[in-house]
């Protein structure tokens, strides 16, 4: 049985928090938020102890294996280090940093003091892209040429209203769109160049909008969508292969639609309800990766790399011009 404790109590700490006394291997010891108010009405619900800091916390709890990190993006790299320091293992919310600096002290950090670090890109355990990805393997599509995905909805509001200051989000690109960036890589493997057009004032309209295309080294063409300019949120996904075409649409009741190029139509492929959220199955996954010492479905090396995309996309959106990847990198070692 591991013992977790929850920073943050905002949304995603509501839904990890959930998904912990739902698990027979976990349970759920503490919340800590700087709002203790919030704090003591989610740990209320949850039947759990709450703090105001991390630092209480540890001095009060006897024993603490796991941290889920669910705080805004700037407060990941220390919390995860002070985990770290006591030999605690980490589940942290993407994106695991605002910056590729930071994000590869995390993971070195981790390493060096012995323990494990998840980060939290679900969407390789939604099961109708887990099916996307598996019809693509099974080669019922042929080989892939381009793909199309979309998701969002409205601008999404938080503490301190954190999204809309850039600095820190990174916006939709680097909050919410690095899923589809994660996913597709999971598909299709390492990206060559990224080109990226934006619409965005987020500290006035709160209006993001941005297209991104990326070039993968396979060859396949993707063209991901991300709004937080539109109602109801929603996520979408079409494969177009020489054999047929994967369709995938939230709005619609069917989850996945298989459309082979034959004679007799398509075939639906719809999923059974399920019994736990892809949510409570990710972080299910993570805890028993660490009692097991299994390697994650998602590892941090792979949200590294999301960042890398993501980062890469936003370098376009500000310069104008296609990114080839690495090139941050190698800018920075010609200036040292």
Known sequence: MLNVLLIG?????????????????????GIVDKNLEKAKALAKKLKTKAFQT?????EVLEKVDVVSI??????????????????????????????????????NYCQEKNVKLFVGHVVRFFPEYVQAKNIVEEGKIGNVAVVRTSRG??????????????????????????????FLRWCFGEV??????????????????????????????????????????????EFAGEKGIIDHDSSRSVPVVLNKNTAGGGVAVPESPLKHNPY??????????????????????DAYKAMEIALNALKSIETGREIVTGENQKEEAQIR
């Open 192 to 237: 060559d160049r990224v080109y990226a057009k934006s619409i965005k004032d987020g500290n006035k309209k709160r209006i993001d909008y941005s297209l991104v295309t990326l070039r993968f080294k396979s060859g396949v063409i993707a063209h991901v969508e991300g709004t937080w300019a539109h109602q109801g949120f929603t996520t979408k996904f």
């Open 153 to 182: 909805g409205g601008f999404p509001k938080a503490s301190d209203d954190w999204y809309a200051d850039y600095e820190k989000s990174g916006g939709l690109v680097l909050d919410m769109i690095i899923h589809d960036f994660d």
């Open 54 to 58: 991390y630092e209480e916390a540890i």
């Open 9 to 29: 109590a905002g949304t995603m700490g509501s839904v990890h928090g959930e998904a912990y006394t739902k698990m027979e291997n976990a349970v759920l010891t």
């Open 70 to 107: 669910c705080v805004p993006t700037p407060f990941h790299k220390p919390y995860t280090k002070m985990a770290a320091d006591r030999g605690i293992h980490v589940i942290c919310e993407k994106p695991l940093a605002r910056n590729l600096e930071d994000a590869r002290e995390m993971i």
């Open 280 to 301: 409570f199955t990710e972080i299910q996954h993570f805890i028993n990766c660490i009692e097991t010492g299994k390697d994650p479905i998602v590892s941090a090396e």
